[in-house]
């Protein structure tokens, strides 16, 4: 059967769709914020929510952006973040000068919902993303959008999109993108004192063109952060920073860059869009740590690091890893690991001539990280239990 957009008819009688009520919709379609011209808000009680999924060829999704039914939307002005709900208008409307165009005052997250085994749509975590996202609002002066908000936003607008989450078993998944950024004018440089924090959702599959199949990464050029700079927050700033070598990777071949420490350059920091890991001969799980606090604290590498140690037995080690060792053969398997990578494993890093196979080759996932992937999405799926509140059933 096709699949319908949007609501069902009121008196729908389709045994997809379920009675779900009072939600909040905010219509700002055309609307400008920066206090200009700022249309009326329409709070829309919503009866019914189609929960048949859409006509996707889900398990051929690539990582794109595809418009779903709702975003959310909340506004900062006067010094406090609005009510805030859900809005068909995925577009944003401006101020040419709106402090997130000229200084760049934008945070961002992602997380992903999931369909368990038994039908339940989830999410891993949610709690972490938003405070993770507050560290980053107030390292850019920006007003922190409240812990609980947060979470009863992400419910709210993946709620409102069942139809859109992946079905169990297809390989993708509805990424979550919450954003936040300066809606308010600045000319001199100076925080805004207005905000929109929005969070918009999208089917989504692997993020490395690899997926599972073992990938290639390269030392760059360049660096993607400063030393104790913002490389430990999840700004765009620093993403614009990794556009042109992730980009000259991707022209020669390669799914992303291992960055080196911006300081000495000696040290393995992590990709422009996941945190590195290692194993050792003897099964230990290195976990790469900055000296210069420029890492960003992967949701997903803190998650593994307890799947390992508490749930596998693992010995697991944070500390600096010198690029010497991986160039000395010292590991035996590599993968790269977030919210959008899952883990993806790397079989060769390339520095220039010098190449470096690792030992699991580009054949084959190593044992290592084909035995953490698959316990981390299996807790995500629900077909294990993980540790108490990891998955947060949204519907
Ligand atoms: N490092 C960078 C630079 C990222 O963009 C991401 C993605 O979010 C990660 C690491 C992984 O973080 P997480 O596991 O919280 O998604
Ligand atoms: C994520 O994993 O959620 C990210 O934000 C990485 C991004 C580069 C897609």
């Keep these: 059967m ?5 609501f069902a008819p009121a008196n729908g009688s389709s045994p997809y769709t379920t009675a779900r009520k009072n939600y909040r919709i905010v219509e700002c379609s055309g609307s400008r914020i ?23 060829d889900w398990g051929n999704l690539g990582f794109a952006y595809q418009p779903t039914d709702y975003s959310y939307v909340c506004n900062y002005k006067n010094g406090a973040w609005e009510e805030g709900g859900l809005t068909t208008d995925h577009s944003v409307v401006l101020s040419e000068c709106s402090g997130v165009l000229h200084y760049a005052q934008e945070v961002f997250e992602g997380l992903k919902a999931y369909t368990t085994e038994n ?20 390292r850019l002066i920006m007003p922190p959008f409240p812990e609980d908000k947060f979470v009863d936003a992400v419910k709210q607008v993946v ?11 297809s390989g993708a998944t509805l990424y979550v993108r919450p954003v936040m950024f300066a809606t308010g004018i600045v000319i001199g440089v100076s925080p805004a004192d207005e905000y929109q924090f929005r969070i918009l959702v999208t089917p989504v599959g692997p993020y490395y063109s690899g997926g599972v199949r073992p990938v290639k990464v390269r030392i760059p050029d360049y660096d993607r952060a400063a030393p104790h700079g913002t490389g430990n927050i999840k700004a765009g700033l620093n993403y614009a920073m990794s ?4 980009t000259i990777a991707h ?8 960055y080196l420490d911006p300081q000495t350059r000696t040290y393995v920091e992590e990709a422009g869009g996941a945190n590195f890991l290692f194993v050792e001969k003897d099964g230990t799980l290195v976990v790469p740590k900055s000296f210069t606090d420029s890492i960003l604290p992967s949701i997903t590498r803190r998650s593994l690091v307890t799947v390992a140690r508490d749930m596998l037995g693992m010995k697991v080690v944070e500390r600096p890893v010198k690029f010497d060792e991986v160039r000395n053969g010292d590991f035996v398997e590599c993968g790269m690991c977030g919210t959008a990578a899952v883990i993806s494993p790397v079989g060769e890093i390339d520095n220039g001539d010098e190449k470096i196979v690792m030992a699991s080759g580009m054949e084959e996932t190593g044992p290592v990280m084909h035995k953490l992937r698959n316990t981390l999405t299996d807790i995500q799926s629900g077909k294990i239990q993980g540790p108490d509140g990891w998955v947060v059933k949204i519907c």
């Design 2 to 6: 096709r699949p319908t957009t949007g």
């Design 34 to 56: 920066n206090g200009h011209i700022m249309r009326q808000r329409q709070h829309v009680s919503l009866e019914m929510i189609s929960l048949e999924k859409k006509d996707l």
């Design 119 to 138: 039908g339940d749509i989830v999410c891993f975590r949610p709690d972490l993303n938003a405070s993770r996202m507050q560290d980053s609002a107030k």
């Design 159 to 169: 709620k409102a999109n069942a139809a859109w989450v992946p079905p169990f078993g």
């Design 243 to 246: 556009l042109l070598p992730g």
């Design 251 to 258: 022209e020669q071949g390669y799914a992303d860059n291992m």
